[in-house]
């Protein structure tokens, strides 16, 4: 059917309160929000969730690994329903934005319906995936990974964070596993509005971004074994030096990077040295190699490269050395007919836009892989994310919001 007309819109002031009122839950340090997936603050925040989806009418479903689905029925009970979402979960330093607006936009648009007296054919549901960060344990999009069945249940239950605790009992002492067998459900569509953690949109002062592709990514973990020893009496020539191993891998891969231009990223956020001490040369360095690229000829050269280079590097000063891939997708192109509901939904409402690849990884990624999917992204300002300081204004939510909204009720098919 066509997209419905331009008078249907969000209420952008409501989307906008419901951001400010779930930043309070789980706050950072400076403005942004602490709220990492299975703490106290992430179970406080699905309360508030699932309290405003209860009011606007919505049933509450939820799987083996937390995933919150909220239901608003369709008039065909056999209709396949359209899920809509993110995630609520943030990094230790994350913004108020990142993965909140997508599940809060997906309420809005639900209670846009309600407010409208809008019935759809299909179900709508929104979904607030678990785990998308990865921040406290890895990989990240973890939920959405085991629900397409690239992980199986009891690798997503035995992943650890840095203390040792595992995601099934750290999900079971939260209160938040459901009894849902994971991958179950059958989706007739995926739609995700993510804020865009990039500088594009913002620096061609574009509205909305119509996501094509998805980078694919390798997420390398590095161990690199020296010898614990006085930084001040230990002659240099006399050193195993696991720091200065990692240094020359991490200039090495940011050579690699280069080489691979255009459209190929790499670097490393996280590292920890043991024992940390000022005036003790490091026994173990363990670090993160995250490498990202469009292109899947590309993605598994600069990874061949890397883990080819860095034992030479390594065994040149006597360090040990060992690698495994902890995080990994391929690249992603979305559904051409859903990527185009988006860009006319756009063009419809008057809102200016351009074609973008997703840097990031999402959940949308993984749904990808078993019913069509695509994404809509807004600017954020400067292009920060992973930050406190991540900002978007109240105009770029709602438009993106109001796209998210046609795109969905056209996927949905509106009633009467």
């Given at each position: 059917m066509a997209a419905p007309g331009e008078n249907l819109r969000i209420n952008g002031d409501r989307l906008w309160g419901s951001l400010m009122d779930m930043a309070k839950i789980g706050p950072g340090i400076a403005g942004g929000n602490n709220r990492q997936t299975l703490t106290d603050e992430d179970g406080e925040g699905r309360q508030l969730f699932r309290r405003w989806c209860e009011e606007a009418g919505m049933s509450m479903g939820v799987d083996q690994m937390g995933t919150m689905f909220m239901t608003r029925p369709g008039t065909d009970p056999d209709a396949l329903p359209v899920y809509v979402g993110s995630h609520l979960d943030t990094q230790p330093t994350g913004g108020k934005y990142d993965g909140v607006l997508g599940v809060l936009a997906a309420l809005e648009v639900v209670r846009s319906m309600n407010?409208?007296?809008?019935?759809?054919?299909h179900p709508i549901v929104v979904t607030n995936w678990a785990n998308e960060e990865g921040a406290r344990f890895a990989p990240a999009m973890l939920a959405s990974g085991?629900?397409?069945?690239?992980?199986?249940?009891?690798?997503?239950?035995?992943?650890?964070?840095?203390?040792?605790?595992?995601?099934?009992?750290?999900l079971k002492r939260i209160g938040w596993q459901g009894d849902e067998?994971?991958?179950?459900?059958?989706?007739?569509?995926?739609?995700?509005?993510?804020i865009e953690q990039g500088p594009i949109l913002e620096a061609e002062n574009k509205q909305i971004g119509v996501v094509t592709h998805g980078q694919g990514l390798w997420w390398l973990e590095f161990t690199l074994t020296g010898k614990e020893a006085h930084t001040g009496s230990t002659p240099m020539n006399m050193r195993v030096n696991a720091g200065l191993a990692m240094a020359r891998i991490?200039?090495?891969?940011?050579?690699?990077?280069?080489?691979?231009?255009?459209?190929?990223?790499?670097?490393?956020?996280?590292?920890?040295?043991?024992?940390?001490?000022?005036?003790?040369?490091?026994?173990?360095?363990?670090?993160?190699?995250?490498?990202?690229?469009?292109?899947?000829?590309?993605?598994?050269?600069?990874?061949?490269?890397?883990?080819?280079?860095?034992?030479?590097?390594?065994?040149?000063?006597?360090?040990?050395?060992?690698?495994?891939?902890v995080g990994h997708f391929d690249p992603v192109t979305f559904d051409p007919t859903l990527v185009a509901r988006v860009r006319k939904a756009a063009e419809d409402l008057g809102y200016s836009h351009m074609d973008v690849i997703s840097g990031a990884g999402h959940d949308a990624c993984w749904t990808n892989k078993v019913a069509p999917s695509t994404m809509?992204?807004?600017?954020?300002?400067?292009?920060?994310?992973?930050?406190?300081?991540?900002?978007?204004?109240?105009?770029?939510?709602?438009?993106?919001?109001?796209?998210?909204l046609h795109a969905v009720l056209e996927t949905a098919e509106i009633v009467g």
């Open positions: 407010d409208l007296g809008i019935q759809t054919k085991v629900f397409a069945g690239i992980h199986s249940l009891e690798f997503g239950y035995g992943r650890k964070d840095p203390d040792g605790k595992t995601y099934g009992d750290e067998v994971v991958g179950a459900r059958k989706m007739h569509a995926y739609f995700e509005y993510h991490l200039e090495m891969v940011q050579t690699v990077a280069m080489e691979h231009q255009p459209g190929a990223v790499g670097g490393v956020g996280q590292m920890k040295f043991s024992p940390n001490s000022r005036n003790v040369l490091p026994g173990t360095v363990v670090f993160t190699v995250d490498i990202r690229s469009p292109e899947l000829a590309k993605l598994n050269s600069m990874r061949a490269r890397i883990e080819a280079e860095a034992p030479a590097i390594c065994e040149a000063l006597g360090v040990g050395y060992a690698v495994e891939a809509i992204m807004c600017p954020c300002v400067g292009g920060l994310s992973h930050n406190e300081a991540e900002e978007i204004s109240k105009e770029w939510s709602t438009a993106g919001a109001d796209v998210l």
